[in-house]
Nanobody, 125 residues
Framework: VQLQASGGGLVQAGGSLRLSCAAS????????LGWFRQAPGKEREFVAN????????YYADSMKGRFTISRDGAKHTVYLQMNSLQPEDTAVYYC???????????????????WGKGTLVTVSS
């Protein structure tokens, strides 16, 4: 299984970015795909996930209203649209896949089945 994340970069506060995660190597029906992020010196935290088959989404409370997760089945890709970015959103963003819902995971590092390499998002003030 490969999860290839892309789309990170440098953006000014108030700006937007769209991250992409191209998934391959298995069928993802029955799986949720999503995003975590890890800022320097902090633990990895849940951002959002989407169930591949149903499209049902879950968000961390602090991301609701600013971030939108979506999927394109034909392209086997999950997107994270991030708006109104703030310096505190600076982090490495990781794509992930799991047969469990990610929002309630206590220790995602050991609970997530598949991780992609991260993509760095830097928001300048």
């Amino acid at each position: 299984v490969q999860l290839q994340a892309s789309g990170g970069g440098l953006v000014q506060a108030g700006g937007s970015l769209r991250l992409s995660c191209a998934a391959s190597g298995r069928t993802f029906s029955g799986y949720a795909l999503g995003w975590f992020r890890q800022a320097p010196g902090k633990e990895r935290e849940f951002v959002a996930n989407i169930w591949w088959s149903s499209g049902i989404t879950y968000y961390a409370d602090s991301m609701k209203g600013r971030f939108t997760i979506s999927r394109d089945g034909a392209k086997h890709t999950v997107y994270l649209q991030m708006n109104s970015l703030q310096p505190e959103d600076t982090a490495v963003y990781y794509c992930a896949a799991s047969s469990r819902n990610m929002v309630s995971m206590i220790n995602p590092s050991s609970e997530i089945e598949y991780w992609g390499k991260g993509t760095l998002v830097t928001v300048s003030s």
